[in-house]
Structure formats: C-alpha cells, structure tokens
C-alpha cells in the first residue's frame, strides 16, 4: 500500500502556472508507476499523466504541451508543472498509484 499526499493546488488566473507536489510512502519508490488524475464537478476522474519508473511520460491530449510530470526518486517525490492554465483546468488533481488515491488538492482557473 502506497501513501500519498497531494500539495500545491490554488487559485491561479488563466494563462497562470501551479505544480504540484505528491509526496509518496512507499518502498522501492523508483520503480513505482505514478499518475496524476482529476476530476471535475460533474465529470468523471480522467487521467491527466503519468510516469513510469523508467520515467516514460504520458499525457492526456488535452493538457500536452502545457504540463509536465516529472519525479525525484530520491525524495520519493512526483510533480505536476502546469503551465498556460485554462478555466476548463479546474478540478481537484489526484495523484495515483498501485490502487492507492491521494486526498486530492484543488486547483481553480478563474479571474
């Protein structure tokens, strides 16, 4: 089991940027595959990236380009740069990983 801890989330205008942290508890952390998910009012949660241990990135179309997940093996630590931010951004972001959920922390785009 994988304990995880989200940061970083706020209100940030549009165009603005924000990362997030997730701080994970978990052994061999390195080869851990991590995800970042949000989920909007009324919506499903949807996968927005991922890394693996390898640090092969994914990213979901809607946000290529403007995010970035990256992670510090050595802190057991996993971030989500969020750059060139929309209003259609705004959700509370998960981090995820082996079946473990993260609180969630909100991130709001908005003037």
């Known amino acids: 089991q994988v304990h995880l801890v989200e940061s970083g989330g706020g209100l940030v205008q549009p165009g603005g940027s924000l990362r997030l942290s997730c701080a994970a508890s978990?052994?061999?952390?390195?080869?851990?595959?991590m995800g970042w998910y949000r989920q909007a009012p009324g919506k499903q949660r949807e996968l927005v990236a991922s890394i693996s241990g390898g640090s092969i990135t994914n990213y979901a179309d809607a946000v290529k380009g403007r995010f970035t997940i990256s992670r510090d093996n050595a802190k057991n630590m996993v971030y989500l740069q969020m750059n060139s931010l929309k209003p259609e951004d705004t959700a509370v972001y998960y981090c995820h990983s082996g079946g473990s959920w993260g609180q969630g922390t909100q991130v709001t785009v908005s003037n």
């Open positions: 978990a052994s061999a952390f390195s080869i851990i595959f």
